[in-house]
């Protein structure tokens, strides 16, 4: 099992360039099979979930060509079945996108039910309610979601939650449906928009991503496009607080400044300097953080996927901090891990209370989900000593070119395979 070792100390410094966005990427791809004719999708982030994704797509018949590390050519006219097999989704939860996807193109779909997820429950009732509201009749058999109707049509659709995933699965069915949809108490999160940009590109008629209330009007048939998926807001808001951890002083390349607000203003409260350009935001950290409060919202709130890394940089703040999620039940893992490198936290129920000490001290630790892995390497780029990290599959998920990409940035941090390659980075570094 690949580990990454990290010998921490080393402030970053240097410039990054970000990917594209693999949560916007999701949506896309799975969007794209709703016509028969080529689609070009370019800035596709090259990580595992995306690849994931790419193989379900095959197996249902969509040609997959990937002209570059980052583009796609994909053709899905001919796709014989209409039913995702399970090794997918067990591996890669938002393979439920291609319900909606079908179900809109199709008006079928047989996907297995989401198993469950490490950071928590993560119930898809609303998604279901949106497609019933749409006129399909869903039912679960044999572990799958099976889904279908003679004909879909418009729909007033309130969402008792936020959710993206909702938001995102009865729009893409919506655009096929006859008449007008209107979603109510949507996810306004920048990959929400990004998903309506391109269905919109593919000619379907979509109003008011982005707000709170999506207006669709069904079209009978969606065409060809080329686009560009938005860059990650949350990969670029992770070397934000890298910098911000190690007392570095990053350039993040490659980003839209305004979907980084909530870490922006998080990052200038904690006392770095963050300077924003056109499409670059700098990162300077040049003492000691200090302490704050923060809790996680729906967009344009603090984001959960940023949660672990702002805990991290908090562990090392002058001062007490309460983090709360409100979002997902069991995203504190990581305190644990956390602890063992010398942070003082107490978790209850949703709350952490961070205690921030001087320095974290190396150790080693698991990642427990994708971004609370991301963050505990960031704990690692900060310490003193050496820390080796488990399970870096969930960081490889979502990250691309992670460990070269902090190369680039001056830090130490290797992936290995063995005792002796371990042993190897510690004489190298030591
Ligand atoms: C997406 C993101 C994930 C991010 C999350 C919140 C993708 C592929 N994943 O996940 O990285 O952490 O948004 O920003 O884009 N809920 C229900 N019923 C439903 C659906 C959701 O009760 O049918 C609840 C969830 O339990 C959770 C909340 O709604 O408490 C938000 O979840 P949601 O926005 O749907 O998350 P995902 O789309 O799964």
């Given at each position: ?17 970000i ?34 994704l ?6 249902i ?15 899905s ?11 997918y ?29 490490n ?12 497609f ?9 058999r ?35 449906a ?26 379907a008629?979509?109003?008011g ?10 079209v ?17 808001g ?60 729906p ?18 703040a ?72 488990d399970?870096?599959?969930y ?26 390659e ?9």
């Amino acid at each position: 099992m690949e580990q990454y070792i990290i010998r921490g100390g080393n402030p970053l410094v240097g410039e990054v360039d970000i990917s594209g966005a693999k949560n916007a990427a999701l949506g896309i791809l799975a969007a794209a099979i709703m016509t028969d004719e080529t689609v070009l999708i370019e800035n596709l982030p090259d990580v595992r979930d995306i690849n994931v994704l790419l193989e379900a797509m095959e197996s249902i018949g969509v040609k997959v060509e990937r002209i570059t590390q980052h583009a796609v050519l994909m053709n899905s006219a001919q796709i014989g079945e209409v039913s995702v097999d399970y090794e997918y989704i067990k591996k890669i939860r938002a393979s439920y996108y291609l319900i909606g996807a079908l179900l809109g193109k199709y008006k079928r779909a047989e996907v297995p039910l989401p198993g469950g997820c490490n950071i928590g429950s993560r119930p898809i009732d609303l998604h279901l309610k949106g497609f019933k509201a749409l006129g399909a009749r869903v039912e679960i058999r044999n572990g799958f979601i099976v889904t279908e109707a003679e004909h879909l049509h418009g729909s007033h659709i309130y969402l008792d939650t936020v959710s993206v995933g909702a938001t995102i699965n009865i729009m893409m069915a919506a655009a096929m449906a006859d008449g007008r949809t209107i979603i109510e108490n949507c996810a306004r999160e920048p990959h929400v928009v990004d998903v309506a940009n391109f269905l919109n590109s593919m000619g379907a008629n979509i109003k008011g991503a982005g707000t709170d209330v999506i207006r669709i009007r069904g079209v009978q048939k969606l065409h060809k496009t080329e686009y560009s998926i938005i860059p990650d807001q949350i990969e670029a808001g992770t070397f934000m607080f890298a910098a911000a951890a190690t007392k570095g002083d990053v350039m993040v390349k490659n980003v839209i400044p305004k979907h980084l607000e909530a870490t922006t203003a998080k990052l200038l409260e904690i006392g770095c300097e963050v300077e924003e350009f056109d499409n670059a935001v700098r990162v300077v950290a040049s003492k000691r953080l200090c302490s704050t409060n923060v809790k996680t919202l729906p967009y344009p709130g603090y984001p959960t996927d940023m949660q672990p890394q702002i805990g991290v940089a908090l562990a090392l703040a002058k001062g007490t901090s309460i983090v709360t999620e409100s979002i997902f039940e069991n995203r504190f893992k990581y305190m644990d891990e956390l602890a063992r490198m010398g942070a003082i936290v107490r978790v209850e129920g949703n709350t952490a209370i961070i205690t921030g000490v001087e320095k974290l001290s190396g150790a080693r630790v698991s990642a427990p989900d994708l971004r609370a892995g991301a963050a505990l390497v960031i704990a690692a780029l900060a310490a003193e000593g050496v820390t080796v990290v488990d399970d870096i599959t969930y960081i490889q998920r979502g990250y691309e070119e992670f460990d070269e990409k902090l190369r680039s940035l001056g830090a130490e941090i290797e992936k290995i395979n063995s005792e002796k390659e371990a042993l190897k980075f510690r004489l190298r570094t030591g």
